[in-house]
């Protein structure tokens, strides 16, 4: 199977951290985001794990909110002693709502509204990370009406081309995000930002993109962004004392990927952060994570029913489910790929190759194509697997279909953690 936590049951049924896929199905209906709770907890445990042992605990894990965002996750990654990146004031909303501390939490943003910068500065989030000049003197004027000094990081472009989507990647020169380091924009921006009476600039991030499988660029990320702060104190003499690098690593989607493991990644990105610092003879920074998919990537899969199959001679097969891009978009997106089972039929061998089709009115609406498959019938059950992250939050309303459910799994129990949608749900804003 995919991840470790699942297995097949004896008659024959996906099993999904000790609960039967098939029952849950049943029992909450479909579509159905099943989420794993103790591989949550591990993913979580694992990324402490290595600040503790590589950087004797000197860091602070925040988990990214856009993978996953709702109050019970919340609750879960902060009493496994992380924090929360956010990158929106309704991702903010939902942390604070959950009981998530501010000071344990990253505001991110591109484009933050007034708003945002407001309830970031009221809340006293722990560090707002600026994107650009406009934003630092917002965020200036905000903090001192509020008589607060708030504590930013900037958001850097280190001109890192990870290997991943182009959609996905963040850390090369053309990107929305930050400020460039090879123009000289970032250290124009730095010496801005240190400036400001009520701002109080701790330190640098970057993010050099999505479902990265190699331990190299991050590395490299490291080792630029340890060297740019070196530089910053030589041209300034101001020593920043905190780096955050971000998300990435990536997860097994296909049986054909092989991601290195975060651990192995976190470990490699210390040695350089640490073998730069001692190279320049600079004290080592606070590290911040921004880990998502990581976590909850494997610990999730999605349930469909099968609605109908259509066979086109020597042309393709569709499997036509009750869910799709609206719960899933990303195959619609970046043409993502992933395994599926059919859940009530996990032991037999996947025979087929077909299309999973949603039910949105576009052709591009599938879940895949080229999959194998066992042989499905009307009212099987699909598992589309490693669907924990960048599911439910990039879900849609489209076609006004209503959002899907999510369970929680423990040790076999399953509960709601966001209950199914109503068509009086979908009109409830309309007047
Ligand atoms: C700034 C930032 N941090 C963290 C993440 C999380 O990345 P991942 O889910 O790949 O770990 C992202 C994702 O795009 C991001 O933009």
Do not use: W
Not at 109 to 120: D, P
Not at 320 to 334: E, K, S
Request: aromatic share 6%; proline share 4%; charged share 25%.
């Amino acid at each position: 199977m995919l991840t470790p936590n699942l297995t097949v049951s004896p008659d024959g049924h996906l099993m999904i951290g000790g609960a039967d896929t098939v029952a849950l199905a049943k029992t909450h209906g479909t579509p159905l985001y099943v989420m794993d709770e103790n591989m949550i907890r591990e993913n979580c445990r694992g990324y402490g794990n290595v600040i503790a042992e590589e950087y004797g605990g000197n860091g602070l894990i925040c988990f990214a909110s856009k993978a996953l965002s709702c109050k019970e996750l919340y609750r879960i990654v902060d009493s496994e002693g992380l924090g929360a990146d956010v990158v929106s004031g309704g991702e903010l909303y939902t942390a604070l709502k959950a009981g998530m501390p501010a000071e344990k939490i990253v505001m991110h943003g591109n484009s933050k509204t007034n708003t945002e910068l407001q309830m970031a500065v009221t809340h006293g989030v722990g560090r707002i990370v600026c994107d650009n000049l406009p934003e630092l003197e917002r965020l200036d004027r905000i903090a001192e009406k509020s008589g607060r000094i708030a504590n930013i990081m900037l958001r850097i472009k280190p001109g890192i081309d990870a290997h991943t989507h182009d959609f996905v990647k963040t850390g090369q020169i053309d990107s929305k995000f930050g400020f460039a380091l090879e123009t000289g924009e970032a250290m124009a921006a730095v010496k801005a930002a240190s400036l400001y009476p009520n701002l109080h600039l701790l330190g640098l991030h970057c993010h050099i993109g999505s479902q990265i499988l190699d331990t190299e660029p991050f590395a490299e990320a490291g080792r630029v962004m340890v060297q740019f702060m070196d530089k910053i104190r030589d041209e300034i003499g101001l020593t920043l004392t905190e780096l955050n690098l971000g998300g990435g690593p990536g997860i097994r989607y296909t049986e054909e990927d092989d991601p290195k493991p975060f651990g192995e990644i976190v470990r490699a990105i210390l040695a350089a952060v640490k073998e730069s610092c001692e190279r320049a003879d600079y004290p080592k920074p606070f590290i911040l994570f921004e880990p998502g998919r990581s976590i909850v990537g494997g610990a999730g899969l999605t349930l469909y029913t099968v609605m109908a199959k259509k066979v086109i001679p020597n042309i393709r097969t569709y499997v036509l489910i009750d869910g799709g891009m609206c719960d899933n978009p990303r195959y619609a997106l970046y043409h993502s790929r992933y395994e599926a089972v059919i859940a009530n039929k996990a032991a037999e061998p996947r025979t087929e190759t077909v299309t999973i089709g949603g039910q949105c009115c576009e052709s591009g609406d599938l879940i895949g194509e080229d999959m194998p498959l066992q042989t499905a019938e009307c009212g099987d059950t699909v598992a589309v697997l490693a669907t924990g992250a960048y599911n439910y939050s990039m879900a849609s309303h489209y076609n006004r279909n209503p959002n899907a459910e999510m369970v929680m799994v423990r040790d076999g129990e399953a509960r709601t953690v966001i209950r199914r949608e109503t068509y009086e749900d979908i009109i409830r804003c309309d007047i």
